[in-house]
């Protein structure tokens, strides 16, 4: 989904047509605050992926503001923004893309490269969302289940395991398959290239 706070009428319609054309559903929020209320009523990021497209400069609160409100509450790492503003110069562009910005256009911009970067931070997104989830996984397991996963990562075999860690191979038998499980695989080979 691709997120347009911009307080143009006129350029949250041209952007969410340019969105519609690349198959990208899009909203439009007038304003920070009115995005902000979006947010805080329902959370609307998509677990496919999400992008947000920021105007620097609105009236009460600024994109920059807004960025730097939701780098706070750790939206930013799963949702890159791309800052838009007819005012830009270098070093805003600079500090927003040091800042954590994924990108920066100055209006005009270019259609085609603008919603090319918008698929690029949309894939990026799924990506990050991807990563979170086996973060997610990784979190469940026990610590002497975390143990087993890292030496079946390692390619040891069941009674290599059982070796290293003292127990027994019907221990370790069971506490792959909660490895597995838990991990949402059903194979050792899965969960390397899970984890990878």
């Known amino acids: 989904m691709l997120h347009i706070v911009d307080d143009e009428e006129v350029i949250r319609d041209s952007l969410s047509w340019l969105a519609y054309s690349r198959s990208i559903p899009a909203a439009g929020y007038g304003s920070a605050d009115a995005f902000l209320r979006a947010l805080e009523a329902d959370d609307p990021f998509d677990p496919a992926g999400d992008c947000l497209l920021l105007d620097v400069r609105m009236p009460d609160m600024s994109g920059t503001l807004l960025f730097d409100t939701l780098s706070e509450r750790g939206f930013t790492r799963r949702v890159p923004v791309i800052f838009l503003t007819g005012h830009g110069d270098v070093p805003m562009a600079v500090d927003s893309l040091k800042r954590g910005a994924f ?94």
């Open 103 to 196: 990108d920066f256009f100055e209006k005009p911009f270019n259609d085609n490269k603008l919603m090319d970067r918008v698929q690029e931070a949309l894939q990026a997104s799924r990506e990050a969302g991807d990563r979170a989830q086996v973060d997610r996984r990784l979190a469940t397991l026990s610590a002497r289940e975390r143990e087993v996963l890292d030496l079946i990562l390692e390619g040891r075999m069941n009674k290599v395991i059982a070796d290293i860690l003292g127990i027994s191979m019907r221990t370790v038998e069971v506490h792959r398959s909660h490895v597995l499980e838990k991990m949402g695989v059903r194979t050792a080979v899965d969960l390397a290239r899970l984890l990878r």
